[in-house]
C-alpha cells in the first residue's frame, strides 16, 4: 500500500469510529466528604485542610475565615489571582463580591476524587463545559485543585484556570 492510501485508510477510520471512542463522563463521588479522610494522621490532616476551604471558603464564603486555612504568604499559581492570602480574600470578596453563606452540614460540591501524598492534596471536580460544536451542546471533563500544606494551613495552591475565567 503506497503512502496517500495509507493516510487516506487512517483518516476514513478515525472519521468512522468518532462514536468508538465516545467519552465517558467525569462521575462525583456519591459521598464527597468521606473523600477527604485518611487512617494516616497526618494525610488526613493535611485533607481536612482542603476540605475546609472548598466548604467554609469556596461554598459557604467564609472569606473572614481564610486566616484558619490559608497562610499571609500564599502562593497562588491561578493566573487571574495574585499571590498572597490579602489578595485571594479580596479577589473573592471584593471582585467576585461573594457574600457568606451558612456553612453546610456535608459539601455541597460534586467531587471526583481526592488524592494526599506528602504535603499535597489533589482534588478533581466533574465540570461540564459548554461547546455548541459537541453534539450534546457540552462535554464532561476535570477540574483540580491542588495544595500544598505546611503547618495546617494552604501554603501553595495550583488548579486549571485559564487567564479571564472565573472559578
Known sequence: MNLRATITAAALACACSTAAFAQAPVLA???????FTSPDPALHA?????????????E?????????YLSEEYIQHNPNVASGRAAVVNFFTQVLKVQPQPIPDKMKTAIASVVAEGDLVIVAYPRTVRDAKQPAGAYST???????????KAVEHWDSALMGEAP
Open 142 to 152: 476535570t477540574w483540580f485543585d491542588m495544595w500544598r500544606i505546611r503547618d495546617g
Open 60 to 68: 459557604a464564603g467564609h472569606w473572614d475565615r481564610a486566616d484558619q
Open 46 to 58: 493535611n485533607k481536612q485542610v482542603a476540605y475546609h476551604i472548598i466548604r467554609d471558603l469556596l
Open 29 to 35: 463521588s456519591a459521598n464527597a466528604d468521606a473523600l
